[in-house]
């Protein structure tokens, strides 16, 4: 293995050293090596963890992480300084990009003034990991990840592959060992996340030149083979995708990253996008295998370690959605990563109040996940004030409610009340209120969390509602009937409100668990039930979810996540972070959204949507109205395009259902539907 290892060290030296490796005499690109797509260093036989899918099914989640429940995450580096947001590093190359923009106007021509030299402006000079630590584990976080590696290329930790990092310029200071110290003296568990995956195509603008204006032509400063160490080398034409085909840009990664891995001994390690490469390389398997079977060696054959990965998993790693929810209880424990603003500071960003922080924390709990919160940094390491005050309102609320989060399992249902949270990707607003109703459990006791404070003072739990009973009359032998009544469960003993010591007044009927609140209010945010009884179970009922609404720009996004679904075949699909409707064989089936306008208006109705076939046809019924289209024909069925239908007015304000069917029945071809939108017409 030492060998092996020293093997993978002279080759990283040779990638990462110098980008002129790649780099012919006469300056032009030199083609890459031959030979099979290398992996990450094998797995020796007695290690428990192999690089296949049927291996690392062994892997239990660890109770820390299961127990953990809130984490906070310090997405930030030198893409901070300009204070421009997410992805700075792509887009200053690429015109019309708004960073394009704004780099202009500050720094200059990305030919003249490029990526390489914001890098040495980031200096973090007001950063205090320990004070922050502190801050952060007052606020309920039991986990801290820190941002190990960005699609930039830049390593936050002290590294011998390349100088592109925080201990040799910018801060000049170990960013990743000085979180992590911070972290341990603190006890909260320590991660780290890795995005360097995607950073190989992701950075492929940065070789560019404009195409007009007075620097037509004038290659960026990534096009200068001086600096490929940092830009990478020339992709081939046909790599685009997130992940590059690349053997040996897969052995930089498995390089780099098993750098991070084995200097720092992370209890998390974060991927940002799925498994590395695809789980068809064992490239990205053979990590996740070393980093469970390190773990096991440092821990008595115990795996104390999560990695997570926006991939189903079905138990192999901990799932995660990015800035998304699951829309039920998971039987393996999940993650949701967030933020209270953009990734990465952004001037122009106002950021999330502390109840959609709250309200997030308890929808995922209540369905067996965690929640990884971004705490935006400003780039000299600071927070502003804004978002100190936020982890103090926290800290107040996890002191009262905490003991409903922290160390909980779900119950036997997440959840009620009339917001339906279908789930997924990028899709994390909700409206809720003291209707919705979460459930935790410790052992024999439930809780019950109000995502708000009723304005008349009572909730009503209908999954606690009191069984009628059934009567049933037993015979003996000799003739004699006696009638017994069967207990179905739900006996509660006692109610009472975290944070008050008032005496509740409650009942249990046959429309529920109602509960009458003292008038002192314990918070403006939730309401969290402390419920102990005998044979605790939820009643089953008929659930009245609310209507989708407008956006804060008066438009409609109706999703195929959203949708009711009418028929025995269609279905609904997610590849990558997306979902659409399939299956759609028959013209008898539909799909439908259940929408509510506040006021009249005009809209333009768009579809996104796929097809392999010629002249398939389909119609969006709205108010009285139909408009038709012909789906365009893609070549794939995960390939999807807009189309638009037409402009359709709204004259009654209030609930209405938007449905999409066949045009014809007769000539119906089979289409995908990603999503429907309304468009506020101006």
């Not at 049927?54 to 892997?59: E, G, H, M, P, R």
């Not at 773990?295 to 998304?324: F, H, M, P, T």
């Not at 259902?657 to 939108?677: E, M, Q, S, T, Y």
Request: proline share 6%; hydrophobic share 40%.
């Amino acid at each position: 293995m030492n060998k092996i290892l020293t093997t993978l060290t002279l080759i990283a030296f040779a990638l990462f050293g110098g980008g002129c490796a790649d780099q012919a005499a006469d300056g032009t690109k030199a083609a890459p090596a031959a030979g099979p797509a290398p992996t990450a260093a094998p797995a020796v036989a007695q290690e428990k963890f192999q690089p296949t899918l049927d291996s690392l099914k062994q892997y239990e989640c660890p109770d820390w992480f299961r127990d953990a429940k809130f984490g906070i995450w310090a997405h930030w580096g030198p893409q901070a300084v300009p204070m421009d947001g997410d992805w700075y590093a792509r887009g200053m190359y690429e015109p019309g990009n708004k960073h394009y923009k704004y780099h202009l106007e500050h720094y200059g021509h990305p030919s003249e003034f490029g990526y390489k030299d914001i890098i040495p402006l980031w200096k973090a000079e007001k950063w205090n990991p320990d004070r922050l630590m502190a801050l952060y584990k007052k606020a309920g976080a039991k986990y801290f990840v820190s941002m190990g590696t960005h699609h930039d290329n830049f390593f936050l930790w002290k590294s011998k592959l390349h100088k592109w990092n925080a201990a040799n310029m910018g801060p000049h200071r170990d960013v990743v060992g000085d979180w992590q110290k911070a972290a341990k003296k603190h006890g909260l568990r320590f991660g780290v996340s890795e995005h360097l995956g995607a950073s190989f195509t992701w950075f492929q603008s940065s070789h560019r030149a404009d195409k007009d204006g007075p620097k037509a032509g004038v290659p960026y400063d990534g096009a200068n083979p001086k600096f490929w160490d940092l830009y990478h080398f020339p992709a081939e034409p046909d790599d685009k995708a997130w992940y590059s085909t690349n053997p040996k840009w897969h052995q930089q990664w498995t390089t780099a990253i098993r750098e991070l891995v084995d200097n720092y001994k992370p209890d998390l390690l974060y991927t940002d996008g799925v498994v590395p490469f695809g789980t068809n390389h064992a490239v990205g398997l053979s990590m996740i295998a070393h980093l469970y079977n390190s773990s096991a060696a440092r821990n008595k054959g115990k795996v104390e370690v999560i990695y997570n990965c926006k991939q189903k998993s079905d138990g192999r790693w901990v799932e995660d959605l990015e800035r998304g929810i699951m829309p039920k209880i998971e039987p393996y424990p999940w993650q949701t990563d967030t933020s209270i603003g953009d990734w990465f500071y952004n001037r122009n960003w106002k950021f999330r109040p502390l109840s959609w922080v709250v309200h997030t924390l308890v929808d995922n709990v209540s369905k067996n996940g965690n929640l990884l919160l971004n705490v935006v940094q400003r780039p000299d390491g600071s927070l502003d004030a804004e978002v100190e005050q936020m982890l103090k309102d926290m800290a107040d609320w996890t002191a009262i409610h905490g003991e409903a989060i922290f160390g909980s399992r779900p119950w036997l249902v997440y959840g009620e009340g009339p917001v339906r949270a279908k789930g997924g990707h990028f899709k994390e607003d909700f409206k809720y209120s003291s209707k919705d109703i979460r459930f935790t459990t410790k052992g024999a006791t439930l809780y019950a969390t109000a995502l708000g404070w009723p304005q008349d003072g009572r909730i009503t739990i209908r999954s606690l509602a009191k069984p009628a009973g059934r009567i049933v009359q037993i015979t003996s032998g000799g003739g004699a009937t006696t009638t017994v009544a069967i207990d179905l469960g739900n006996n509660i003993t006692a109610v009472s409100l975290l944070g008050s010591y008032a005496q509740l007044g409650w009942k249990q009927t046959a429309d529920g668990l109602v509960v009458t609140l003292p008038a002192q209010k314990v918070s403006e945010l939730t309401v969290t039930l402390k419920i102990t009884g005998t044979n605790l179970r939820p009643v089953p009922f008929e659930q009245v979810f609310e209507p989708i609404h407008a956006d804060d720009k008066g438009n409609f996004s109706l999703r195929a996540d959203d949708a009711d679904l009418h028929g025995s075949r269609i279905k609904q699909e997610t590849k990558g972070v997306h979902t659409h409707i399939g299956f759609w064989d028959k013209s008898s089936e539909w799909v439908s959204w259940k929408v509510k306008f506040d006021a009249p208006g005009k809209f333009k109705v768009s579809a996104q949507c796929a097809t392999v076939h010629d002249g398939a046809e389909f119609a969006v019924e709205l108010a009285g109205k139909r408009l038709a289209a012909k789906a365009p024909k893609t070549a794939a069925w995960d390939e999807f395009k807009n189309i638009s239908l037409g402009q359709i007015e709204i004259t009654q304000p209030g609930e209405q259902l938007v449905a999409v069917r066949a045009k014809d029945p007769a000539k119906w071809k089979a289409i995908n539907l990603r999503a429907v939108r309304l468009q506020a017409a101006q």
